[in-house]
């Protein structure tokens, strides 16, 4: 199976980007999807995670009120929308299915660079 994030960018302080992972070759509709980031210098960390059927979300604390993961199953898609991005969002992003439902993240996408500016 494959995931192919898309839609970095280089964009202003305040501004908003749309990623998405398009999934392929599993059945990632069953699987729970995350986003994680890897600022430079920085260990990658958890952004979002939502459920197989988009019923469950969650945030980390850094971006809750900004960020909204979503999935579309028909289209084998997950997105993480960005509002109000701040210049410590500056990092490569990364998609992830977890297959087990129990937060080890087995699959992993080459990830999308996101550079805010101030």
């Known amino acids: 199976g494959q995931l192919a994030e898309a839609g970095g960018g280089l964009v202003q302080a305040g501004d908003s980007l749309r990623l998405s992972c398009v999934a392929s070759?599993?059945?990632?509709?069953?699987?729970?999807m995350g986003w994680f980031c890897q600022a430079p210098g920085k260990e990658r960390e958890f952004v979002a995670v939502i459920s197989w059927s988009g019923d469950f979300t969650r945030y980390a604390d850094s971006v809750k009120g900004r960020f909204t993961i979503s999935r579309d199953n028909a289209e084998n898609t997950v997105y993480l929308r960005m509002n109000s991005l701040k210049p410590e969002d500056t990092a490569v992003y990364y998609c992830a299915a977890d297959q087990g439902g129990d937060g080890s993240f087995e699959f992993w996408g080459q990830g999308t660079l996101v550079t805010v500016s101030p």
């Open positions: 070759g599993r059945a990632f509709s069953s699987y729970a």
